[in-house]
């Protein structure tokens, strides 16, 4: 048995509906969606009856409009937290990451939805002392301050490395395959050297 598939050996595997866009969805975020397309309305009101997550995965090749996009192999489930149809045929959502996946294999099923087969991917320890995460962990303090705490999940957790280096893998001003990159990692101290690192070259750290 190859090393990769011992790994995997014993996960879960369950197929779920995937939202290719544009964006990196982190776990602990939340995404405000505008849905209009049948196949994701269809696939929202879904979700909502059977309170089942779908996954948001970067687009690898497509667009997030028209043909069925090719997803990134590592996305992030997410559920639906709210949702509001203030304007017709636009379905306004909240969505609410939870955890990180990986695609095993996919499938365009009617109306061009995407379907995954997918593992979960085990989460990360929780992580307390790590070199730069009080810095870190401070800038991101008066940066949420500032911009306000809305687009996060609670609870805060301004200790763990995972926690801080998600939220600022999501606020920095990253190129979006850089962030994906950072949503793959499952180190959160590699991941927390890697921004502070950043914030220091960008000059955001003193």
Known sequence: ?????????GRKRRKIPIFPLGTVLFP?????????????????????????????????EGQEVGAPAVPQEVGCLARIAECDME??????????????????????????????EIEDTMPEARVTEAPGLAECAEFLRKVLVAIGDERFVPPFDFEDATWVSFRLAEILPLRIDVKQKLLELTDG?????????????????P
């Open 28 to 60: 602990g975020s939340i995404l405000p969606l505008r849905i209009f397309e049948v196949r994701y309305m269809d696939m929202a009101k879904a979700c909502l009856k059977e309170k089942s997550p779908f996954g948001v995965c970067l687009i690898r």
């Open 87 to 116: 304007e017709l045929g636009i379905l306004k959502v909240k969505a609410e990451g939870l955890a990180r996946f990986r695609i095993v294999a996919t499938e365009v099923v009617a109306a061009g939805l995407v379907v995954a």
């Open 189 to 205: 101290t590699l991941r927390i050297a890697i921004l502070h690192k950043f914030m220091q070259q960008q000059r955001l750290l």
């Open 1 to 9: 048995m190859a090393f990769l598939d011992m790994l995997s050996a």
